[in-house]
């Protein structure tokens, strides 16, 4: 649950993203929340220095906007916050065009969609590095300090839908759709069912019609509730690091033909940014090297499950880090 001021500030984000083509987007608004100085001392070499922070329009990925904010704050940047954007492309077309400096993005997203490869590349670390330098020499942008934290697309059931259907992988879940697809009704994001990564290229590795699938397209929001009742969606679509997932009691399907790339988070800067200020880098990768799958699910399930604000959610953790403190 999201409170006024947080839908308020969504609106005025989207809004932003349309003036894109127009003139640009505006520099974003205050920090929302102040914090002093802890592990993270002020760096005299970002004293002052203006910088940009943004982040899609989905709970971690706020999250983890405001951590690189607060941490930027605590080094002394005149830190500017423009968290919320919708969208992949519209963030990625924000750093490209200089209105974001830096944010948080997942390596598979950038190898899927940012560069066009259609396969994935085995293994976290394996493609942090294949986007990593792909990015860097297509498009001069900088991928640094990759989490452990891998939001990858999932595909989920409720504990009683995988009971009656016998589907706990996603080779079953296909069985299903191509058998019986009025008994595979499934829920799926927006953004999920036109991506490669999403359910076209699922569709095409399991061997099923996405035409005729069962599916109803909502808002990611609307897929995890939905699918715990089983009314509307059996199964349906999320970011594995969702803390609705374990909240309801959600299950995985298994990946077993092994589709969906890893999604690692890792900071993504342009390459002038970066090689203008490389105590970021360093600032961060503390912070970044903590994001486990379940330190992020926590986070994520206090925002989703217990309605807190995301900045509240990353001061507190940052603060309990010892990375700042909280005046």
Known sequence: MRSRIR????????????????CGLEAGS??????????????????GVRITVGSKDFTEQSILGYLVEFALTAAGAEVRDLTNITGSNSLRDAQLHGQVDIAYDYT?????????????????????EAVRDADLAAHGMVWAAMAPMNNTYAMVASAKTATDTGVTTLS???????????????CIGTEFSVRQDGFPGMARKYGFDAGKANKQIVQDAIV????????????????????????LGLRLLDDDRGFFPKYNAALVMRKDFATAHP???????????????????????????????????????MAAQGFITIP
Request: net charge negative; charged share 15%; glycine share 8%.
């Open 7 to 22: 839908c308020g500030c969504a609106a005025f984000a989207s809004i932003l993203v349309l003036l894109v083509s127009a």
């Open 30 to 47: 205050a920090v929302p929340l102040r914090v002093g100085a802890g592990s993270i001392r002020p760096v005299s070499e970002l004293k």
């Open 108 to 128: 598979g997203t950038g190898w899927i969609n940012y560069l066009g490869n259609e396969s994935p590349v085995a293994g976290s670390q394996e493609q942090f």
């Open 172 to 186: 079953q879940y296909a069985n299903l759709v191509n058998t019986d697809p009025g008994s595979a009704a499934t």
């Open 224 to 247: 995890y509730q939905a699918v715990a009742d089983a009314r509307q969606c059996r199964f349906g679509s999320v970011a594995a690091t969702d803390g609705r997932i374990p909240a």
């Open 279 to 317: 105590q970021i880098v360093d600032l961060l990768t503390p912070i970044s090297r903590l994001l486990t799958n379940e330190t992020i699910t926590d986070l994520n399930r206090q925002v989703d499950v217990e309605g807190r604000e995301p900045a509240q959610v990353a001061r507190t953790w």
